[in-house]
T-cell receptor, first 113, second 115 residues
Framework: ETGVTQSPTHLIKTRGQQVTLRCSSQSGHNTVSWYQQALGQGPQFIFQYYREEENGRGNFPPRFSGLQFPNYSSELNVNALELDDSALYLC????????????FGDGTRLSIL | GESVGLHLPTLSVQEGDNSIINCAYSNSASDYFIWYKQESGKGPQFIIDIRSNMDKRQGQRVTVLLNKTVKHLSLQIAATQPGDSAVYFCAEKPLRGGGADGLTFGKGTHLIIQP
């Protein structure tokens, strides 16, 4: 069974740029959620995708957007990058939405200069 | 907004002893709780979950207790091993219908195993 994989593992960008992060869900999982984890903090929910549509969203501005593809993989896009966007971005997949364990990848470390 | 918190930022225990990590939550609408373990440089790893219609659940060397009266969650790790050193997060999810289906995490407890 293949777990959640994310790419790239590290990325450096400058303010104002745009970034795309990618996630492949665990095999058999059709739901993908994205989280932002600042250093020393717990992950914060960005949004969730199910059946290629956004299924729920946390308190993040519209410049954070996403996609889900027919094979259940997903992308997180962030426009107009700000210094505070520096964080570990985590993707998690689950069998279905709702009260199911979410299984995480090892994240993409994004640094904004 | 409501959030999940943890009582202690760091917990140090002797190898072989039992560890108890506590978590207080404030959202009475939460109906699903999860414990995760996060090692340095890795993503959170699922340990065990519990639904609000239960007060105890056991896994391999771990037990989760849920006290809804005082909104308290705990993770017990039996016979702690060096490999248990990590940051432990509790997370909760409110009843579906409120919109977001995401987990709300606390800040974490760093478990340190002393030889």
């Amino acid at each position: 069974e293949t777990g959640v994989t994310q790419s790239p593992t590290h990325l450096i960008k400058t303010r104002g740029q745009q970034v795309t992060l990618r996630c492949s869900s665990q095999s058999g999982h059709n739901t993908v959620s994205w989280y932002q984890q600042a250093l020393g903090q717990g992950p914060q929910f960005i949004f969730q995708y199910y059946r290629e549509e956004e299924n729920g969203r946390g308190n993040f501005p519209p410049r954070f957007s996403g996609l889900q593809f027919p094979n259940y993989s997903s992308e997180l896009n962030v426009n107009a990058l700000e210094l505070d966007d520096s964080a570990l971005y985590l993707c998690a997949s689950s069998l279905v939405p709702g009260n199911q364990p979410q299984h995480f990848g090892d994240g993409t470390r994004l640094s904004i200069l | 907004g409501e959030s999940v918190g943890l009582h202690l930022p760091t917990l140090s225990v002797q190898e072989g002893d039992n560890s108890i990590i506590n978590c207080a939550y404030s959202n009475s609408a939460s109906d699903y709780f999860i414990w995760y373990k996060q090692e340095s440089g890795k993503g959170p790893q699922f340990i065990i979950d519990i639904r609000s219609n239960m007060d105890k659940r056991q896994g391999q060397r771990v037990t989760v207790l849920l006290n809804k009266t005082v909104k308290h969650l705990s993770l017990q790790i039996a016979a702690t091993q060096p490999g248990d050193s990590a940051v432990y997060f509790c997370a909760e999810k409110p009843l579906r219908g409120g919109g977001a289906d995401g987990l709300t995490f606390g800040k974490g407890t760093h478990l340190i195993i002393q030889p």
